[in-house]
Antibody, heavy 119, light 108 residues
Framework: QVQLVQSGAEVKKPGASLKVSCTAS????????LLWVRQAPGQGLEWMGM????????SYAQKFQGRVTMTRDTSTSTVYMELSSLRSEDTAVYYC????????????WGQGTTVTVSS | QSVLTQPPSASGTPGQRVTISCSGS????????VNWYQQLPGTAPKLLIY???QRPSGVPDRFSGSKSGTSASLAISGLQSEDEADYYC?????????FGGGTKVTVL
């Protein structure tokens, strides 16, 4: 079946970097954009950016420009999200999701990766 | 502060109709389609409505969406206990996605 499986929970110290993976299966990897959305404890959803698995082009939310990097490995149908210079406010659940484009919504989501940033 | 504005809460008794509003601007809802997501406690969001009023396969027809100008709404008719969740609207704003702050629906 179609699924996105994310890497496990992480605990990081302030200033460190984070790399979360999202492996797709059950569909053609290059047919859907992959996006990253995070949710801080008790808060709403926040879009971080997206990657086109076909050519690797990316688009990032301005808030994360300079701190986030999204990459993909087509040989393993995996996308990665790296976030640097972590601070306590980055404590959140990070989700990957797929979409075919603007008209289609994010129809499949990963299970989420809990990231805790604490000294 | 979210780009799209939703009421923080809504409630109803079983069988009632509940409506959630989502207000945006000309650069997001006014120019693009709206999607709605349902998030049950402790789980990932689930796509409920896409392209303003389309339901993915498996979503009950109790859920419906509409859009007019720079606003959109989600209606839940025949409210059921399992509908108790957080609901988020979303739209594209140029090349980035924006969300509402979420509405917690309580079934009384």
């Amino acid at each position: 079946q179609v699924q996105l499986v994310q890497s496990g929970a992480e605990v990081k110290k302030p200033g460190a970097s984070l790399k979360v993976s999202c492996t797709a299966s059950g569909y053609t990897f290059t047919s859907y954009y992959l996006l990253w959305v995070r949710q801080a404890p008790g808060q709403g959803l926040e879009w971080m950016g997206m990657i086109n698995p076909t050519g690797g082009s990316t688009s990032y939310a301005q808030k994360f420009q300079g701190r986030v990097t999204m990459t993909r490995d087509t040989s393993t149908s995996t996308v990665y999200m790296e976030l640097s210079s972590l601070r306590s406010e980055d404590t959140a659940v990070y989700y990957c999701a797929r979409t075919q484009g603007h008209y289609y919504g994010m129809d499949v989501w990963g299970q989420g990766t809990t990231v805790t940033v604490s000294s | 502060q979210s780009v799209l504005t939703q009421p923080p809460s809504a409630s109803g008794t079983p069988g009632q109709r509940v409506t959630i509003s989502c207000s945006g601007s000309s650069s997001n809802i006014g120019s693009n389609t709206v999607n709605w997501y349902q998030q049950l406690p402790g789980t990932a969001p689930k796509l409920l409505i896409y392209n303003n009023n389309q339901r993915p396969s498996g979503v009950p027809d109790r859920f419906s969406g509409s859009k007019s100008g720079t606003s959109a709404s989600l209606a839940i008719s025949g409210l059921q206990s399992e509908d108790e969740a957080d609901y988020y609207c979303s739209a594209w704003d140029d090349s980035l996605a924006v969300f509402g702050g979420g509405t917690k629906v309580t079934v009384l």
